[in-house]
Structure formats: C-alpha cells, structure tokens
C-alpha cells in the first residue's frame, strides 16, 4: 500500500470513530468558551500577539546566534547546555546523560515526542513516567497523543474510567472524573520522589539570562523539574528569544490562547538548585537537582528557518487554538498529521520526518479554509504555508524545507 | 525530488481538465455557456460577468461528485479516481453529461444564481458583457494544489485572452475565482489593469437603490464560503444585503460565523481527494446551520452549494432549501 493510501485509511478509520468526535466536540465547546473568556478577561493579550508575532519573527532569524547566547548562560549558571543537530544526536546525548535502570519522570513535551525520546530511553532500560495527565492516558492506552496540549483529547472520560479501573482493579464510575484525576496522582505521587531524573520542554527560552519557562496547571512538571536530583530538558532552537521580558510576553499570549486566563504553575528555571546560606559560599544541589541539562534540537529548524514562507511554522507558540479550528481535526484528531498536527503539522513532517509522501499526504488533507489563521495569535498562514510547500513538494524549486 | 506523483490522484484529474479544456470538469465549454442562452449582456467588454467554471457547470460536479464519492467508498477507492480519469481522457468520454442524464437534472436549475445575478446587476443599472465560450477559466486550482508552473502559464494566458476582449472591470461570482482573478493573476501576470469585484459587493454597493422584499416571512441563516469572507473579506457585504430584505430575518450560529465559519468541507480541490471526508464535513456544517432554526440557508459560492445540499441529503433532511445569496435577491425583487 502507497504512503498516500494508508495515511487516507487512517484518516478514515478516525473519521469513523464515533468516540473521537464525541470527545473532541466536547473539548471543542469548551475550548471557544474558555478562550473567549479569557480573552474579554485580559483584553490587552491581543495587541501582545502582535508584539509577540514580532518577537518571534525576530528570534527565528537570529536562532543560531540566540542558541550560542543560551547556552553561554546556562554554563554560566552552572548548568551544562548542548547543540543537538538532529534528532539522534539529541537522542544520543540524553542517553548517554541517563544511561540505563533508571527511573525517570517526564512532563509532557512534544518535542520528546518528535524524536521518539519516551521509547529510546524505555529501550535502553529505563522506567519512564509521563506525569502529565493526558500522556499518562496515552502511554497506558500504548496510544499517540492527538492534541499538543491535551494529548488524550480524543478520549472521552467513559474510556478513561475503564483505563483506570483496570489498572487499580477497582472499579471507577464512567462519570466521576474527580476520582479518575485522583486516581492519577496516586499512581504517580511516589515516582517523583523516586526518580533518578525528571524531564521537560519548554514553553519558551530568554537566551540571555539562559532561563527555561513552563506553563502548567497540574504541578507535574513543578515536581517532575524540582524533586529529582537531576533535571534534563529537551528545548527546539525555536523557542528562544532574546530577553525574560520577551519570554515573558510569549508565556502569557501562549496560556492565554491555549484557553487560560491564568495557570495555576509558571516555572522559571535558569540553572540547578543551589545556596549561598552558609558563608556565603555558592554551593550546588541544595534541594532541587544537583544537576541542569539543556538540549536544544535544530532538526531542521535552522534550514526551515531560510524560508521565507514557510519558516513561519516555527513561530508557532503550541497553544493549541488551531486545531480547535480546524474542521477535518475535529473528526480525525491527530490522524490529520505525523508529529505534529494539521496544516502546520505538513511543514514539520517535511523537514523531520524521513518521508515525502508523509509530508504531502498532509498537506493536501488540508482544506486550506483559512480558519485556523483567524484563531491563531501568530497569524501564522497556514493556507498560504500549504501552497508553498506543495510547490516545494512537486517542483522541487529551490527547496530548503522539503529536502 | 520534484515530484508530480505526490499530487493525489483526484486533484491531477482536475489539474489536467483546467490544462487541456480550460474548465474544471473536462466539459465542453459549449456547456458551459448554455445558462446565458436567452440573456442579452452588453456587446461592450469593458465590465464583464465572470460566470466561473463552478456554477456554469455545477450540474456536471454534482454528479461526477456522487460518482467519485461511490467508488471512494468502494475498496478500490482512489486508484480507481485516477483510473475514471485517465478512461474519461482516452475515450473523450464525459462522465458528467452522462451522469446528469441518468439522474435527469437539467442545467436550469443549477443555472439560477448565474441568471439571477445578471438580473439584480441590470436593476442597479449594470449591463455587463460576457464572454461565453471564450470565458478562459481562472486556473486558481492549478495554483492551489503547487502546480504554480503550470498556473503562471494559465495565468498569462488567461489574462492576455481577457486583455484582448478589451476587458478593463471584472464583476465575478464565485468567491475563489474572483480572489484568483483580483490576487493571484496580477501576481503570476506582473501587471494589475483589470479591476476585478465580486457580485455581493458591487450589490451593497447599491442597496439603497433596490427595494427588497421576500415573497414571504422566512428565518434564514447565511454560511460564509472560506474565500468569500478570510480571502476577499467580504463578511459585512453579505449581511448588509439580507438585512435590507424585507420578511427576511437572518438567524446565526453562535460561534461559527463570518471569519469564524466553518468551511463546508469542499476547499481547494479536497472533496475530489477525501470525498468520503469531505461528505462528513459538509454534514458537520449544515448541522450547525440547522441548529439556528432557519428554514433557508443563504450561501453564496457553487461549491458551498452542493456540499450543504449534499450535507442535507446525507441526513434525510428535505424541508431546508439552499439557496445563493444572488438568487434570493432577484426572489426579493420581483415582488
């Protein structure tokens, strides 16, 4: 069977499913709701989109230069920062700082999921714990998340209660979502304090100051970055900025479109734990990690960023709002993808992914509505984006991104 | 790398059609001219109606489309799309006129919004010419799917043919054509001296001078097609024509309206990959438009059109017309 043919067979087999467009119609009600709220709550998000928007168009052309500022800082801090260049290098270097038997805890980070970092460490004998709620669905299910923000979107809580009764052996009421949330934090609330290491992403990265900033709301990646003694994150170059002041206007357009007016965990993490209470004398690893890794991945982020149309794809902030937008997500969830989803979903399938066809099998499943602009706080032209890159696909002019 | 194998089968089936016939479907373009048959439009070609290859031969896509759709349903599925092509090609055989025979549809119908557009034109006082036969399609599509050689190609030749008709203002109807024709042409082109807008403009333009009312009380709701209201930006126009209409009460969703509408499932060549998909999208739609209470939808684009008729079929539900934005104003004229 061709690419084409057995992505457009999943695709269909989603469209199908009548649990998947039960569960997203529901987080899709929600969503505008929310959104909206928010929105009329903290009316000046809007104009720092666009602040935000130039911010980012900034920073994608300066990402080399800005990545090298990083690190600087991190070392600096005492941590310890590295380049990944692709996808196994990054996965090279995150094995070889974890090595095997060990017990880890991961915050939900989409870029792990680009490099297939949960399975590579699983492989190599480790213990991993997705923490976030929606992920820890997803790798009990042996499924793929569907949703960058809310990876289990397309389960309805009906399956969750099922999930769980048959993990704890008890039986959990298909309604009770209070008690599937509680059911959650027991299973996990030891692994922390047991884990050898903890892992995340990153939301957005100041290069000057060399500080990692995570939004939350469940507190997983508080204790997941703050209770292991060693703390790795895996961070694309595209989400540096220049200063904490940029940082900061990014991380709140980010929440605020991804539907919050405000979450209840914002971290800032610039380097390991440490102290100066006794004479003064700085002394490392005091309560949280001893030890702060910094990875930033390329992947083709560098080269995408050379194109003038498409390397919008990489002002994305992953809040989200587009694919509540989206008409053909709203019955396939992430089956319209790869990694990543939708329209912008194509452009990353072109650079990371070892297939063309992947790529282009995307691409025309967009319907090119232009909807997902409309939402999106970085007006990012994903019709305009699509055009392009079927260009770069079938002509093959001048192509960076689709190489 | 370059690689036209990538292009999905259905798309390349209608990429060929624009390339070797110069309209979507592969029809003759004797078809398509037909709707105009008893219109006397100006002798001068210096504003033209531009009917567009979705309208003029909608009832040629309606029923390649049901076909499309029962072979994508079948197991064979998209191999066979491409196969019903390249036999179509071969055979000069067209799918559509004999489609439309068997199910006895007559181009009349599906030519209403053309004749009903040229009519509200000439009450405001606009005579346009119209080129018929020689109407070159716009070849948006070829642009859309990458194929942006061949579009320029298209494009330069398009636009020379209208040149030399001695067109200098262009009234189009269909959204996406008219955004090709305003955008993307003088782009591909490098000149800009054909002025081009779309009906429902030119329409709120004049409102004041028609006097509108509906031949009854009706609740109706209005779906905005993608092009017509993110790419032209025509979201105000629409609704200030349906406001000025007497007996008409416009009734909305809540969310899902003007540069938040959901698209019928029917965008740039997508029905002709996903039919399957895109039927199930185009019921999506017509049910957020039915939750509204109305008994009309206004729409104003041929592919919108047929996705909520065939939307509504879908779900047997057979006492909500749709109906185009331009026909309900000739309706609300004649009164």
Same mark, same amino acid.
């Given at each position: 069977m061709s690419v084409f043919s057995e992505y457009k067979k999943n695709l269909m087999n989603a469209a199908h499913n009548e649990r998947i467009r039960l569960a997203l119609s529901r987080g899709i009600a929600s969503y505008r709701s929310n959104v909206n709220n928010a929105l009329e709550k903290f009316p000046h998000t809007v104009e720092m989109a666009e602040e935000v928007r130039a911010i980012k168009a900034r920073s994608i052309i300066d990402m080399e230069k800005l990545t090298q500022q990083a690190c600087e800082a991190i070392e600096s801090n005492k941590g310890k920062a590295y380049i990944a260049r692709t996808a196994a290098d990054a996965l090279n270097i995150i094995g070889d700082l974890v090595g095997t038997d060990k017990l880890i805890v991961k915050g939900k980070s989409m870029t792990s999921e680009e490099i297939g970092l949960r399975e590579y460490l699983e492989e190599k004998g480790n213990e991993v714990y997705e923490t976030d709620l929606g992920e820890f669905i997803i790798q009990k299910l042996n499924s793929n998340p569907m949703?960058?923000?809310?990876?289990?979107?397309?389960?309805?809580k009906e399956d969750v209660a099922a999930l769980f009764s048959k993990i704890t052996g008890e039986e959990l009421p298909p309604d009770d979502i209070g008690k599937m949330v509680e059911t959650a934090r027991k299973l996990l609330r030891e692994k922390y304090f047991e884990a050898d290491i903890g892992m995340s992403g990153a939301n957005v990265v100041a290069a000057d100051t060399g500080t990692l900033v995570l939004i939350e709301n469940e507190g997983n990646i508080n204790l997941a970055t703050g209770a292991p003694p060693v703390h790795i994150a895996l961070v694309g170059m595209?989400?540096?900025?220049?200063t904490l002041g940029d940082a900061f206007k990014v991380a709140e357009v980010t929440w605020r479109y991804a539907?919050?007016?405000?979450?209840s965990y914002v971290s800032l993490i610039s380097g390991p734990s440490k102290t100066?209470?006794?004479?003064k004398v700085t002394t490392y690893?005091? !309560?949280?990690?001893?030890e702060f890794h910094v990875v930033f991945l390329d992947d083709g982020r560098t080269e995408l960023a050379k194109d003038p149309i498409l390397r !919008?794809?990489?002002?994305?902030?992953?809040?989200?709002g587009c694919l509540y937008e989206c008409p053909v997500f709203a019955v396939t969830a992430g089956k319209f993808g790869d990694k990543y989803f939708t329209g912008v979903g194509a452009v990353w399938a072109a650079i990371i992914s070892e297939s063309i066809e992947k790529a282009a099998s995307i691409a025309y499943t967009?319907?090119?509505?232009?909807r997902c602009k409309v939402r999106c706080p970085m007006q990012i032209d994903v019709p305009a984006m699509m055009v392009e890159l079927k260009k770069h696909l079938i002509e093959g002019e001048g192509d960076t991104a689709a190489e | 790398m370059a690689n036209k194998k990538l292009v999905p089968p259905g798309l390349t089936y209608l990429a060929d059609n624009i390339t070797g016939?110069?309209? +979507?479907?592969?029809?003759?373009k004797k078809e398509g001219a037909?709707?105009?048959?008893?219109i006397a439009f100006?002798?001068?070609?210096d504003t033209i109606f531009f009917a567009g290859c979705g309208y003029q031969y909608s009832s040629e896509l309606d029923t390649l489309m049901s076909l499309i759709r029962t072979i994508d349903k079948s197991p064979i599925s998209t191999e066979m799309t491409m196969r019903l092509a390249g036999l179509q090609r071969k055979l000069g055989f067209d799918a559509g006129s004999i489609y439309r025979k068997v199910m006895t549809r007559g181009g009349e119908a599906d030519a209403l919004p053309l004749i009903s557009a040229v009519k509200v034109l000439e009450k405001i006082g606009i005579k346009p010419g119209y080129l018929g036969e020689?109407?070159?399609?716009?070849?948006g599509l070829l642009y859309y799917i990458g194929m942006h050689k061949e579009f320029t190609e298209h494009a330069k030749s398009a636009y020379t043919r209208l040149k030399s008709k001695g067109v200098k203002k262009i009234i189009g109807i269909v959204p996406s054509c008219t955004f090709t024709l305003r955008n993307l042409l003088p782009d591909a082109v490098g000149e800009n001296d054909i002025e081009v807008k779309h009906f429902c403009e030119v329409v709120a333009d004049n409102i004041s001078s028609l006097k509108l009312r509906f031949p009854e009380k009706v609740k109706v709701t209005y779906h905005d097609p993608c092009q017509l209201a993110?790419?032209?930006?025509? +979201?105000d126009e629409p609704r200030r024509i349906l406001g000025a209409i007497e007996n008409v009460e416009l009734v909305e969703p809540e969310w899902t309206k003007g540069e938040f509408a959901t698209c019928c499932?029917?965008?740039?060549g997508f029905e002709a990959v996903f039919p399957e998909l895109s039927n199930i999208l185009a019921v999506n739609r017509a049910k957020e438009l039915i939750e509204t209470g109305a008994e009309i939808i206004i729409t104003h684009c041929p592919g919108c059109i047929m996705q909520l008729e065939s939307g509504l079929k879908e779900m047997k539900v057979d006492n909500i017309k749709v109906l185009d934005l331009a026909q309900v104003v000739a309706m609300a004229m004649e009164v």
């Open positions: 949703h960058i923000l809310s990876p289990a979107i397309h389960i309805p595209e989400k540096l900025v220049p539907n919050y007016t405000m979450p100066g209470d006794i004479e690893g005091a !309560q949280g990690p001893k !919008q794809a990489l002002y994305c902030l992953r809040c989200g967009c319907l090119m509505c232009g | 016939r110069d309209n +979507i479907l592969g029809a003759t037909k709707w105009a048959k008893d100006s002798e001068n070609n020689e109407e070159p399609c716009c070849g993110r790419s032209l930006g025509l +979201i499932g029917g965008g740039g």
